[in-house]
């Protein structure tokens, strides 16, 4: 088939590389006139790993991915509430990698395949029949194909255009994010952590080459400090977290305040499906999901060998896509509901039921998520 991917993040991005090692004709459609770094760390979990290394990337991943064995919860303290080890659910560490690494990485893959990626290509709307699909995209150009797939993210606009705006839900918290470059002292090797507070929290996940991707999370107003030049985002941040343990104060000054990048967080709740005739969607454009698991990366990652396996079953095309959201929908939901406890449980803002959470999530909590966790990492997609 002829499949036109609108879309060139991660998901886009592995959905054509799966569909063209099956054989397909694929063409990706990218908005941005380039594809440039984002100042974002990823969470690779062992699940989405396997599926990164059937798609040929198995070499790739140890030289973009900083191992990490254990995830650790601490109190702004230091006090340690939760520590997972992830070897011992899933036999294999997690991977903390540069969201642009990664993409990169596809990329990369996808060159070598020769698999057209067009840039500067906003899609406007598509249209449809029996035998074929025609995008159009705002500098007057077209496509035509057997099947388009929409990778174009949480707002996107290939699902307002087949099932109309879904609840785009906010979770009650802001977000910012940032890389820093710090000596080697500051860097916890093999441990993703994050830290608990009352109403904020803040991860701190290591990357190769001696950089530090964070994150911190606010329970606020939606919109709230959207105007703040990059020098008031840092001091705000820097304010939000002032005593709390190491290595926390002197990573947050050791990042340029041009890297602070703030994004209120959503989440949508699930749809009652994700195709349409000749169209469906993948990734956040399906199931977006608050970061709270580190899931939603290796979500949309986890679509593409399933999509590409279904639309090789050999039965018509909307039989093949129903089987694949067959297959998606019940694992994706359950990730992203998990999730959203999760934001939940760690941005409780009163100080009362601050130590009460603690003392659940120090007596509970890791015995809770490693059963997820060994759902999640041993099942099958």
């Known amino acids: 088939m002829k499949i036109l991917i609108i879309g060139g993040g991660i998901s886009g991005l592995a959905v054509a590389l799966a569909l063209h090692r099956t054989g397909q004709d694929v063409t990706v459609f990218e908005r ?208 939000l977290f002032q005593g709390w343990h190491d290595p926390i104060a002197p990573i947050l000054e050791a990042t340029e305040a041009s890297r602070f990048i703030r994004n209120d967080v959503y989440d949508i709740e699930p749809l009652t499906h994700w195709s349409q005739g000749r169209v469906v969607l993948v990734g956040d454009a399906a199931h977006a999901m608050s970061p709270n698991m580190g899931q939603g990366g290796c979500q949309a990652i986890e679509d593409a060998p399933v999509l590409a396996e279904c639309l090789q079953s050999g039965s018509d095309l909307p039989t093949s896509l129903r089987a694949y959201e067959e297959r998606r929908k019940p694992r994706t939901s359950r990730v992203a509901r998990q999730s959203r406890r999760i934001g939940q449980l760690s941005q409780v803002n009163n100080p009362q039921l601050y130590t009460v959470r603690n003392v659940l999530v120090k007596a509970l909590y890791t015995q809770a998520l490693s059963k997820e966790l060994k759902w999640l990492l041993q099942s099958t997609i």
């Open 32 to 239: 941005s006139q380039e594809i440039h770094e984002v100042g974002a760390g990823l969470t690779i979990w062992p699940n989405a790993i396997r599926v990164l290394e059937q798609l040929g990337l198995g070499e790739v991943i140890p030289q973009i991915g900083m191992p990490a064995h254990y995830r650790t919860i601490r109190t702004w303290r230091g006090a340690l509430l939760s520590q997972i080890e992830v070897d011992a659910i899933a036999g294999s560490p997690m991977r903390l990698m540069h969201r642009a690494d990664l993409q990169g990485a596809l990329l990369n893959a996808l060159r070598a395949a020769s698999v057209p990626i067009v840039l500067g290509a906003r899609c406007t709307g598509f249209t449809q029949d029996e035998e074929s699909v025609h995008a159009s995209f705002a500098d007057g150009r077209s496509a035509d194909g057997d099947l388009l797939i929409g990778a174009d993210g949480i707002r996107s606009s290939i699902r307002a255009q087949l099932f109309g705006t879904p609840n785009i839900h906010y979770t009650g918290y802001t977000s910012w994010r940032g890389i820093a470059e710090v000596e080697e002292r500051y860097i916890p090797l093999g441990i993703s952590s994050e830290t608990w507070g009352v109403g904020r929290r803040i991860g701190l996940i290591p990357l190769i080459h001696g950089r530090m991707y964070w994150f911190a999370a606010y329970t606020t107003p939606e919109g709230q400090g959207k105007e703040q030049s990059p020098e008031e985002r840092k001091q705000q941040v820097q304010s």
